[in-house]
């Protein structure tokens, strides 16, 4: 299934039934008086985040969603039935902007809270409501209002408590392979990644975290080059941002300049996401041997003048990925105690 996370879609809510004009006929019953019912109301379109919803694909072929009308009100006082209401899955994460002023109407994080956005007409009334002691035979009678219609650009940026960052094939997609059951493709060539990859860590039973890889950021992202900056929003929610470095290359890369050059495209892309938490994660070192991995990790480190945490990984052979995952849900509960604390 092809990823989708933008797609603008119109919604019509269901218009209210019409007020019944009827008078009372019965047998041995003259002059019944009037006993048009009410119209129903229209149905309401909602909005659900649905779990196991990961892209909104389901709007890149249906792109206009109409709830029922409501149906007219009859005699003897009979009041027509209410449309049914439309309900709307998306994935957890979904923003809803109106596409016409750019308002924000809902950011859909909690499972199963529906929100409206389309609310359905109010059925009409029906001429019983207008009998009175000098109008007998009202032939009186409202209409059901329309339903409300919307244009709705809807976004998504994914619930993931970790973003993976970094240039293509550092071997971001092969450590999200090692550490959850996530199965992205992976290749021995770059932009194997074509769009976001959400996986689930376990570190314990009940403990764990979610683990978010997207398209590997190249220079000139931030100008359009490249798919990575494209899918960069998804980190918005994130708490915790691993950069991934391939400590050895296979051609002369500065790896010093192409951190400065993630970094830069992270500027440029959003201030408050490059202040986020970043541990620099220096993977394939598997492929070194421990005096040359330790040579090039001080080079790098003194170029960067980094003061952050440093980790190094095999994503191949699993070398340090279960401390680095611990270290990462350690952060994570620490956060929460913070947000919790009065």
Known sequence: MKFVDEAEVTVQAGNGGDGCLSFRREKYIPKGGPDGGDGGRGGSVYLSATEGLDTLADFRYTRSFRAENGRPGMGRDKTGRSGDDLYIGVPPGTLVHDAQTGELIVDMVNVDEPAIVAVGGQGGLGNTHFKSSTNRTPRKTI??????????????????????????????????????????????????????????????????????????????????????????????????????????????????????????????????????????????????????RCVRRQRVLEGLAWKGLVF???????????????????????????????
């Open 312 to 342: 190094e990984v095999s994503a191949v052979s699993g070398e340090g990925c279960e401390f680095l995952c611990r270290r990462a849900m350690s952060f994570l509960d620490q956060q929460g105690e913070e947000e919790q604390a009065p």
């Open 143 to 292: 209409p059901g209002k329309p339903g409300e219609h919307r244009v709705l650009r809807v976004e998504l940026k994914l619930l993931a408590d970790v973003g993976l960052l970094g240039l293509p094939n550092a071997g971001k997609s092969t450590f999200l392979r090692a550490v959850s059951q996530a199965r992205p493709k992976v290749a021995d060539y770059p932009f194997t990644t074509l769009y976001p990859h959400l996986g689930v860590v376990r570190i314990e039973s009940g403990r764990g975290f979610v683990l978010a890889d997207i398209p590997g950021l190249i220079e000139g992202a931030s100008k359009g080059t490249g798919l990575g900056i494209r899918f960069l929003r998804h980190f918005a929610r994130t708490r915790l941002l691993l950069h991934f470095v391939d400590l050895a290359p296979l051609d002369d890369h500065n790896v010093v300049a192409d951190i400065h050059a993630v970094e830069a495209e992270l500027r440029e892309f959003s201030g408050d996401l490059a202040a986020w938490p970043r541990w620099l994660i220096f993977n394939k070192i598997d492929v070194l041997d421990e005096q040359e």
